[in-house]
T-cell receptor, first 113, second 110 residues
């Protein structure tokens, strides 16, 4: 069983489009995250949700909107895609206070043309 | 100044070599120090974790934290081709928000 899964794995789209990435975790964790990894492998946190509540919101354009329908799911919607949005987006989950480890999904490679 | 600095490499070593990977950080408030390993086209996975200063050993891997110098290290003994990956250091003031280094790409050749 995959602990943290993301769909789609690859996403190629044109500038100006709107797209969504979905994430699901079956670990029973309360906290989920979205990270962006650029072409130089720099991994940076974007958002964090704890039990459906937004707790970390880094300096991210408001074209990016996370949505957590329940604590096992955290989706990322991106409006008006730009070339600079091309990156690999990773979802992760953890149970702070119980364990320090964040479990990452396989990533979604987004290419904006 | 970035909160955490890491040499991106690449670092290329022969099989069996001892590998030293390092990061420096700027804020003494950081208490949690981790190393993640990321294989090509995969998500990062936790390799080592250290709280505050000191050493931690797990098989061929040793993590060291020197809080006085704000310096963290990962040593890999008897390196194997299967160790070829990108190694990311991560620091945190709590266990929630991780700040990652840029990652060091390691290649171990047979």
């Amino acid at each position: 069983d995959t602990a943290v899964s993301q769909t789609p794995k690859y996403l190629v789209t044109q500038m100006g489009n709107d797209k969504s990435i979905k994430c699901e975790q079956n670990l029973g964790h309360d906290t989920m995250y979205w990270y962006k990894q650029d072409s130089k492998k720099f991994l940076k946190i974007m958002f964090s949700y704890n039990n459906k509540e937004l707790i970390i919101n880094e300096t991210v354009p408001n074209r990016f909107s996370p949505k957590s329908p329940d604590k096992a799911h955290l989706n990322l919607h991106i409006n008006s895609l730009e070339l600079g949005d091309s990156a690999v987006y990773f979802c992760a989950s953890s149970q702070p206070g119980e364990t320090y480890e964040q479990y990452f999904g396989p990533g979604t490679r987004l290419t904006v043309t | 100044q970035k909160e955490v600095e890491q040499d991106p490499g690449p670092l290329s070593v022969p099989e069996g070599a001892i590998v030293s990977l390092n990061c420096t950080y700027s804020n003494s408030a950081f208490q949690y120090f981790m190393w993640y390993r990321q294989y090509s086209r995969k998500g990062p996975e936790l390799l080592m974790y250290t709280y505050s200063s000191g050493n931690k050993e797990d098989g061929r891997f040793t993590a060291q934290v020197d809080k006085s110098s704000k310096y963290i290290s990962l040593f890999i003994r008897d390196s194997q081709p299967s160790d070829s990956a990108t190694y990311l250091c991560a620091i945190s003031k709590n266990t929630d928000k991780l700040i990652f280094g840029t990652g060091t790409r390691l290649q171990v050749f047979p």
